[in-house]
T-cell receptor, first 115, second 113 residues
Framework: GAVVSQHPSWVICKSGTSVKIECRSL??????MFWYRQFPKQSLMLMAT?????????EQGVEKDKFLINHASLTLSTLTVTSAHPEDSSFYIC???????????FGQGTRLTVV | AQSVTQPDIHITVSEGASLELRCNYS??????LFWYVQSPGQGLQLLLK??????LVQGIKGFEAEFKRSQSSFNLRKPSVHWSDAAEYFC???????????FGKGTRLSVIA
């Protein structure tokens, strides 16, 4: 199978600090990774698409300076929420695509709470 | 414009009853189609997918979905619902190539005794 591991599964941080979320493809090389955000009782909203070795492509309305995405290797992408505020509290989910296949595999998600 | 629609926000069914969750898309060609389930506070689990071929797709947990090109639909069905099926269900679409999944707004399923 194709396994994507996301870490941490939950995190609580103080307002003004930064938080890093990792997304790893455990048994395949992910040329493309996607980061989604999900508010309570809502659907998943795409934040950005990252390709290994290049800058992430952010969706309209997503602050790239606040949500830093790094895709340094074919098995790891990170999302850093900088200077977090309570309104950044949300469920963040990553997914990874194997080559040119349309199917993407999802991590377990990270519940971020900013206090 | 490319879009995916789940018309039902919330559905309640009795345990043992049949279920159909609707999904429609707007696109000029046949996209790649997926159904995911999400329990509260959890990640997504893939139920089934359609890329091509047989338009009736079997998935896990007794779910199936039928792709109907003429209706631009990919409805999810289950003949007999179990209480453990209560969750949020998302239809998702890849419209072309390496583009990301686009999710519908989701349908929350409640199961009553």
């Amino acid at each position: 199978g194709a396994v994507v591991s996301q870490h941490p599964s939950w995190v609580i941080c103080k307002s003004g600090t930064s938080v890093k979320i990792e997304c790893r493809s455990l048994d395949f090389q992910a040329t493309t990774m996607f980061w989604y955000r999900q508010f309570p009782k809502q659907s998943l909203m795409l934040m950005a698409t990252s390709n290994e070795g290049s800058k992430a492509t952010y969706e309209q309305g997503v602050e790239k300076d606040k949500f830093l995405i790094n895709h340094a290797s074919l098995t790891l992408s990170t999302l850093t929420v900088t200077s977090a505020h309570p309104e950044d509290s949300s469920f963040y989910i990553c997914s990874a695509r194997k080559g040119a296949l349309a199917e993407a595999f999802f991590g377990q998600g990270t519940r971020l709470t900013v206090v | 414009a490319q879009s995916v629609t789940q018309p039902d926000i919330h559905i309640t069914v009795s345990e043992g009853a049949s279920l159909e969750l609707r999904c429609n898309y707007s696109y000029g060609a046949t996209p790649y189609l997926f159904w995911y389930v999400q329990s509260p506070g959890q990640g997504l689990q893939l139920l089934l997918k359609y890329f091509s071929g047989d338009t009736l797709v079997q998935g896990i947990k007794g779910f199936e979905a039928e792709f109907k090109r003429s209706q631009s639909s990919f409805n999810l069905r289950k003949p007999s619902v179990h209480w453990s099926d209560a969750a949020e269900y998302f239809c998702a679409v890849v419209f072309s190539g390496n583009t990301p999944l686009v999710f519908g707004k989701g349908t929350r399923l409640s199961v009553i005794a």
